[in-house]
């Protein structure tokens, strides 16, 4: 299986910046797209950015502009740099992989979750 561990959540002011990381650990034959969700109160979960094994990437329409993923397919991490900061960016924020365990099959993996908190 594979473990997610994020870091680099935490408090900032509107227009700050904040970089997220979360390593892939476990045993895997691959890791395919890695990505970030994120939940805020009282809303559904939702796609904040992806970026695929090859490199391309997808952006929810909120964040275009503002926040930029990467990854390091050498140390099995994904980034998001996050950029002027709104009230509304406010939210859990999850690190998402799909990896292939057995071989031929894809599942998805989730971290555990890190606070993102924006103020005024």
């Known amino acids: 299986q594979v473990q997610l561990v994020e870091s680099g959540g935490g408090l900032v002011q509107a227009g700050g910046s904040l970089r997220l990381s979360c390593a892939a650990s476990?045993?895997?034959?691959?890791?395919?797209?890695l990505g970030w969700y994120r939940q805020a109160p009282g809303k559904q979960r939702e796609l904040t950015a992806t970026?695929?094994?090859?490199?391309?990437?997808n952006y929810a329409t909120s964040v275009k502009g503002r926040f930029t993923i990467s990854r390091d397919n050498a140390k099995n991490t994904v980034y998001l740099q996050m950029n002027s900061l709104k009230l509304e960016d406010t939210a859990v924020y999850y690190c998402?992989?799909?990896?292939?365990?057995?071989?031929?099959?894809?599942?998805?993996?989730w971290g555990q979750g890190t606070q993102v908190t924006v103020s005024s």
């Open positions: 970026i695929s094994s090859g490199g391309s990437t």
């Open positions: 476990g045993r895997s034959f691959s890791i395919g797209a």
């Open positions: 998402n992989a799909q990896a292939m365990v057995r071989l031929g099959v894809w599942s998805d993996y």
